[in-house]
């Protein structure tokens, strides 16, 4: 047998970590997890119904929150830090409205060089705090034609396109079952509640399939092209993976898309992340008051 670790009172220790405890199968991945829980759970007694990601845009958004606590990602150990610009990084505990939500100021990409299984550890972190549904934002570039920048979609479905599953590795059971169902990621009740939230605020909403590419560049015109044949509406760099883990631990799962760009070929310009930012940041009234109308009857449904 290869030689591993070095088994201490502890357990099995890899590199300083325990990776099997004595008596427990606990893996690397859930041990950082339930570290980060434990930092949390210390500094924060309020329980969410909802746990919302904030994308492009959206980062103003806990200002209009009742807010009852905030946790920096900084005083967390081991919670993966975001390095772009314009992300914030800490958690706001609070009420949309009348509904308990944890707020995601700020979050990870897999083209920032972390690890999938770290681009998930929020998610399933506000998870174990008490959310039951996800609610996840994100910008995007459009593939199908009849969108436009400035648009929203509700995700129907995804594809995950050289990005790696975030369930790969050992079998984390404490978390979720090895072979997920994926036939149902974003739940269909809550896309009708989204939907009838957009109807009632005038607001148009497509509902589509959203890839989720590796970035950080972005595509080739022959890239969007393809992923366009294979069923795609449009392409960004984030929630897919964050999806997959919570509906993995049985969250449920609803996901929103403000369409920033035509993608690369079918946009007449260059693509430019000040573009991106600066189409985001002009819808995020309405995307703001999408959302929060959304959560609002997310929480009575
Ligand atoms: N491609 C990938 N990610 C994006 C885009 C895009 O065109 N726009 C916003 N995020």
Do not use: W
Request: hydrophobic content about 45%; proline content about 4%.
């Amino acid at each position: 047998m290869r030689n591993i670790g070095k088994v201490t009172f502890q357990g099995l220790v890899i590199k300083g970590q325990v990776v099997l405890k004595r008596g427990k199968l606990m893996h690397a991945i859930y041990e950082k997890l339930m570290k980060c829980f434990e930092i949390v759970q210390a500094k924060v007694t309020f329980r969410p119904k909802v746990a919302l990601i904030l994308g492009s845009g959206l980062g103003g958004y806990a200002e209009d929150m009742e807010v009852e606590a905030a946790v920096d990602y900084k005083e967390i150990a081991g919670f993966p830090i975001s390095t772009v610009q314009g992300h914030q990084g800490r958690f706001i505990f609070g009420y949309v409205k009348n509904v308990p939500a944890v707020v995601m100021q700020g979050r990870v990409h897999y083209y920032e060089g972390y690890s999938i299984s770290d681009v998930v550890l929020p998610v399933r972190l506000m998870g174990l705090l008490g959310a039951e549904t996800v609610f996840l934002t994100n910008a995007s570039g459009a593939i199908n034609r009849s969108y436009t920048a400035g648009d929203f979609m509700l995700l129907r479905d995804h594809i995950l396109m050289g990005v790696p599953s975030p369930l790969i590795g050992p079998s984390v059971e404490e978390l979720g079952t090895r072979f997920p169902d994926m036939s149902e990621v974003y739940n269909k009740n809550l896309r009708d509640i989204i939907a009838s939230a957009a109807r009632a605020l005038d607001i148009k909403l497509h509902e589509g399939v959203y890839l989720q590419a590796s970035g950080p560049n972005f595509e080739t015109p022959a890239e969007v092209n393809a992923f366009g044949i294979l069923g795609a509406d449009v392409v960004g760099m984030s929630t897919a993976c964050e999806a997959v883990a919570a509906n993995h631990m049985g969250l449920k799962v609803c996901a929103i898309s403000c369409i920033s760009n035509s993608a690369a070929g079918i946009s007449p310009t260059p693509l430019t992340h000040a573009e991106v930012q600066e189409t985001a940041d002009a819808a995020a009234p309405r995307f703001k008051a999408l959302v929060t109308e959304s959560i609002v009857r997310i929480g009575s449904a």
